[in-house]
Each structure stands twice: as structure tokens, then as C-alpha cells.
């Protein structure tokens, strides 16, 4: 088999070998239910999950009893919402806060809570993918109830000034949520220094399995329960734990935070590398997302006149996984509502791709891909009846 080029860390990441380890002893070894608490074997299940909670506090600065696991980001996501909503029914509280960019398990959540009357404000962003604190201020109402808005965004890559948002929601007396699931392992968070009152986690992007995740929820923010059965999760999410992701997920964030510093400077100066030399070989590009507040791995270009899904196959060709501006929606050819956020027209915005390296990245992977990609656009454009933007508006 040829060699493969994973560069959609954003969508997913391999399983650490240490997760997986981990993970397996919990199938046969240890595979006690952590509610039965009168013999060893579900007591050691317990312990699992109470070592695992306490991890994951750290590496964000919370406490324990502040950390629920959950299904993953989307979930949390549904749940700061739905349940700060359904906490605040008839009591005066029914207007959220988020922006345009948000991943859609938030967009989608506020939608359906317009349903039930909740109104939501939609923050702009400007070219660079960033929200003005001004706006977000004159949004704020003696009706809100909460903020929502992500560490960084998964598309373009941009971190919002989060510990300020924080102190403009704590100000106001509004909580805030931030959806961190691509800050993880990549940004300092620190829940208590920038005002956070609820986050989201996930573990599959930072070297963990699927369907595991977490949700921080500060000490006494009134938030409904999110499913109704057993005690699990201090009853506030039922059903038995699943021990095994939930030591696979505590282990992907140990080894993150292990060596955080080193990691985050090795990925940002091979992005720089990778953006660099992606300006310097292909003419007619457009770096989307802010060019230094920006995710350390995330590398999302539009290439003008040239589809981004046409792009996406030739790189398959190559063994080169990336993923454009519509992937998010695959089937529908709607251009991202982030690239469009941001102020890209339609055209552009389907000419773009995402790369996302990872710990495998070499600097060495990266010339071969910035030297197909040139290959690929040349070619694209050569055939392409649209040579500039003049040809764009004749049509
Ligand atoms: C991946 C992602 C999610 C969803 O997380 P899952 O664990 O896949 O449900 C939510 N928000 C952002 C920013 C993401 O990148």
C-alpha cells in the first residue's frame, strides 16, 4: 500500500496506542458495572471513572465534581442548551447569545429551541473569523440567559478572545458556554481564569475513541438533567458509564497535557511551514481564518476558481485526506456558513480546503502535499472556463 497523508485531525484522530491499551482491560479484565459497589469488581470500575473525572478537571482547571461524561461534543453541546433553556422556562430568561460560526450541534440546537420560544442573537464575525466584543455587549439583554460561543473554530481555525467574553458575560451576570472541542490539547483552558461556565469536550479529536465525551458544568448553575433513569453522572445524565471510553478519553487527555508546550510548538511551525508554502507556490489564494490566532494545525485556503470537491478527489488520488468547505454537509453543496460568515462569496467559498496535521506530520509530508496541491489547482485551472474574477461576473 502507498503511503497515506492524514490531514483531518479537525474531523477525527487516530486512537494513541496508550488509549487503546488502556481501553482493553476494561472489556474483560475489569469489566464490573461501577454502580455495584458490594464486591471489587464493580468497585475497581468506579475508581476507574473517579481517577478519570479527576484528570480531566485538572487539565482544565475544575473540580472534580464539576466534570460528566457524556456521548461527545455534540451532546454537550445539546445539553448547555437545552438544559440552561429548559432550567429558565417561564421565568423571564429566553434569549440566547451565540455567533455564526458555531459548530452546527449548537446552531441546530438553537433552532429548535426557537420552537419553544427561545429567541437567539447570531454574532457576526469579520474576515479573520473573529467576533466584536462590542457586538456581543449591545446583544446582551435583561432576557438573556446564556452565551454560547466556541474556543476555536473547527472549519477556519480562529480562537475567540474567550477570557474576555468571560468577563463580559460575568459583568452582565449571563453564563457562558464554550464549546471547546478543537481547543482541546491546543489551548490553554482554564475554566475559572476565563469565566467559564460551562464547556464542552470531546474526546476523538485529541487522540481518543469516539463517542465519549464530556461536559463541565460550574457549581451551581441551574441546568436540567440531561437523561432521566439511574443515578449515574449525579443523576444528571442516567445509564451505565462506559467505563472503557470513559478511561480511554481520561487517557488521551493525560497524555496531552503531558507534553502540551512542546507539542503545540511543533505543530505551529510546521502549519507556518505548510501556509507558507502553500502562498508561495500557488497563485490566487486566500488564507481563511486569523493568520496568528489560529489553531496550531489548521491550514484552510481558498483556491480561486477551482471546486474544492474536484480538488478533494485528486488528492485522494495521492493518498492525501483533507477535507473543503461543504464536507461538513456532504450531499448538499451549500458552502460553509463559516466560510460564508466570514464574508467569502459562493464561488470562493467551494474553492477551499482544510488541511489539519497531526502528530504523525512530517515537514517532509508537507512539501509533498503543497507540490501536488500546486499540480492539482494548475491542472484544475487550465480546464476551468473561470481564469479570474472578471470571468466570474459574466456568468
Ligand atoms: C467535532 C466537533 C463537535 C462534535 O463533537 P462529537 O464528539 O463528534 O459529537 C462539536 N464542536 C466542534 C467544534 C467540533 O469540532
Known sequence: MSKKFYLDNAATTRVKKEVIDEMLKYFDEKYGNPSSQLYELGRRSKEAIDNARKIVADFINADEKEIYFTAGGSESDNWALKGVAFANFNKGKNHIITTKIE???????CEYLEKFGVKTTYLDVD?????????????????????SIMF????????????QIGEIAKEHGVLLHVDAVQ?????????????????????HKLGGPKGIGGMFIRKGVKIDNLIHGGG???????????VQNIVGFAKAVELASKDFD???????????????????????????????????????????????????????????SASSGSACTSGSLDPSHVLLATG???????????????EETTEEDISFVVQTMKGIVERLRMMSPIKNDEDLYKK
Open 152 to 163: 476555536a473554530n473547527n472549519e477556519i481555525g480562529t480562537i475567540q478572545p474567550i477570557e
Open 127 to 147: 474576515k479573520y473569523g473573529m467576533i466584536d466584543l462590542e457586538q456581543l455587549k449591545e446583544a446582551i439583554t435583561p432576557e438573556t440567559m446564556l452565551i
Open 232 to 242: 449515574q453522572e449525579r443523576g444528571k445524565r442516567a445509564g451505565t458509564e462506559g
Open 183 to 203: 481547543a482541546m490539547g491546543a489551548v490553554k483552558i482554564d475554566v475559572k481564569k476565563q469565566h467559564i461556565d460551562l464547556l464542552s469536550m470531546s474526546a
Open 103 to 109: 459548530h452546527h450541534a449548537v446552531l441546530h440546537t
Open 344 to 358: 467569502l462569496d459562493h464561488g470562493t467559498a467551494h474553492g477551499s480546503i482544510r488541511f489539519t496535521i497531526g
Open 262 to 320: 512542546a507539542h503545540v510548538k511543533k505543530l505551529t511551525s510546521l502549519r507556518n511551514k505548510f501556509i507558507e508554502g502553500i502562498k508561495n507556490n500557488i497563485p490566487d489564494v486566500i488564507l481563511n481564518g486569523h493568520p496568528t490566532m489560529r489553531l496550531p494545525n489548521n491550514v484552510n485556503f481558498s483556491y480561486k476558481y477551482v471546486e474544492g470537491e474536484s480538488i478533494l478527489l485528486l488528492l485522494d488520488m495521492d493518498g492525501i
